[in-house]
């Protein structure tokens, strides 16, 4: 059999099917990128919904909402799984017996004898039982008329009375310092709006301010508070150790996605704020630049680094979420557990450390936690390479800011002075979501600056009587610390 001859090639047909061949590629590399597309979108919804407050820094009221994944439960450290209610050594509360108490109302049996006597003729033999009770008086509103009387001193000079704290000009009718104390903590405390708080105070007092006068007040406490706030923030500034936040929230006019930063710096007792944008200069503006050797409590946000005086202590908690977050993007990896686990040992041992009194975590405790903290980190930073000329990923940022920064994570450890955590900023802040859930959003940057003059007050000095006595000129003033 012999080979019959192949056909010389087409050049047309060639052509052609070189041109179906390319188009095919276009359409194939197309296809591609738009696969590579959508799996990047679906990755990053994924893990928009699977973002809660266990591995992220949203609120744990958010947990609940339609297609979010709940937070995994936390491992118990030990021991059985705790009852719920109060534990052991807790200090309890309880109506205590009063051995003053404010009015004794004696009671004494009514009717008639078995033998026909009227008891009220009965021999009084004395208190048999006695029953304590804590009750409030409804609540009503009284006019109370202030004359000021004047007298003739004999030299021929004459006096008048002085009005009382709150009085208005002779002739007018005015509202009790008591009643204006009550709205102000009703707006400032727990959020209620305007118009809503003077129906409340109508029905439980029977005055009826009207929502001008409510709203009114906000200006009023804050004008009352400033000197205390200035008070407050000095002493912040010279504080050894404080923790600063900052929150998003809708105020002013305009688009309704407008936002403001609502900052907070606080101690143990001292709680001061101020609205800004997220910016250098408001930083600038706030405790921040005058601040030098204090350290601070902070989330890591980089604007902090703007500023050189300060100490450094980042937040643990932050840290410890994005672990988790870290733990659940790599399932099989096991240095996001390690480290998580470290600041967790580190934070509880921080905790009986100082319930101890002692002022550092013993060396023999802390050298293991830290040691096993560092040495999660390296495996990470191996297991994670860098990406040279790339923005680097997520979790390769964490390892490295975990490696460089050691000292600012685990400075707690050695001075029981200093939290482990922002927490305390986190929950002065918590105020303003509430409020923002409730109005939606505030209207005038300057009465939400007011706002919260008076919640930085009332949070450092108290609630209702600090309000009232701020009322009628006799602010509550921060003690001044003796100098060392």
């Not at 936390?74 to 509360?93: E, L, T």
């Not at 109302?105 to 009717?111: A, K, L, R, S």
């Not at 996605?257 to 101690?267: D, I, P």
């Not at 923002?436 to 009332?458: C, D, F, H, P, W």
């Amino acid at each position: 059999m012999t080979d019959l001859p192949l056909p010389a090639p087409d050049c047309a047909s060639c052509a052609a099917r070189d041109q179906v061949i390319a188009r095919q590629a276009r359409k194939i590399a197309g296809q591609a990128a738009a696969i590579e597309d959508l799996r990047r979108k679906v990755e990053r919804l994924e893990r928009l919904v699977s973002r809660n407050s266990g591995n992220s820094g949203m609120p744990p009221s958010a947990d609940d909402l339609p297609g979010r994944k709940p937070p995994r439960a936390k491992p118990q450290r030990g021991g059985p799984k705790r009852k719920p209610g109060g534990q052991p050594g807790q200090p309890g509360s309880h109506l205590a017996w009063s051995d003053d108490p404010d009015e004794t109302i004696p009671h004494f049996p009514e009717g008639t004898c078995q033998c026909g006597t009227a008891l009220a003729q009965a021999s009084d033999l004395g208190v048999a039982a006695s029953h304590q009770e804590a009750e409030i008086p409804l609540a009503s509103a009284k006019v109370a008329q202030h004359d000021l009387h004047e007298v003739a001193c004999g030299c021929g000079r004459v006096h008048r009375a002085a009005a009382p704290a709150g009085a208005g000009a002779a002739g007018t009718v005015t509202y009790g310092i008591a009643l204006q104390a009550l709205c102000v903590y009703l707006m400032a405390a727990h959020h209620i709006p305007v118009h809503r708080c003077a129906q409340p105070i109508g029905d439980l007092t029977g005055a009826k301010p009207s929502p001008g006068f409510v709203h009114g007040m906000i200006g009023r406490a804050a004008a009352a508070v400033a000197d205390a706030n200035k008070v407050i923030r000095a002493l912040i500034i010279l504080a050894h150790v404080a923790c600063a936040d900052e929150t998003p929230i809708r105020v002013g006019p305009g688009p309704k996605t407008r936002k403001r930063y609502l900052m907070v710096a606080c101690t143990n007792l001292l709680t001061y704020y101020l609205l800004g944008d997220r910016d250098t200069e408001t930083f600038t503006a706030f405790v921040l630049p005058d601040m030098d050797g204090t350290v601070v409590v902070h989330d890591r946000y980089q604007v902090h680094e703007k500023f050189p005086g300060l100490i450094h202590q980042l937040c643990c908690q932050h840290l410890i979420r994005d672990c988790e977050d870290a733990a659940q993007t790599y399932p099989g990896e096991h240095w996001p557990v390690q480290v998580r686990e470290a600041l967790q040992g580190l934070i509880h041992a921080a905790n009986t450390a100082r319930d101890q009194h002692l002022p550092a975590i013993p060396g023999d405790i802390a050298a293991p936690l830290i040691k096993a903290f560092r040495h999660g980190v390296l495996p990470g930073l191996s297991r994670l390479p860098r990406r040279e000329g790339r923005k680097q990923l997520k979790h390769r940022a964490l390892l490295e800011g975990l490696r460089d920064r050691h000292d600012d994570i685990v400075r707690f450890a050695h001075d029981l002075r200093i939290p482990p955590t922002s927490n305390g900023a986190e929950r002065d802040l918590r105020p303003a979501k509430t409020q923002q859930k409730i109005s939606g959003r505030l209207r005038s940057e300057q009465v939400t600056r007011n706002r919260y003059a008076i919640r930085g007050y009332i949070s450092t000095a108290g609630i209702l009587t600090a309000l009232h006595d701020a009322l009628a000129g006799n602010t509550w003033m921060p003690p001044i610390p003796d100098p060392p």
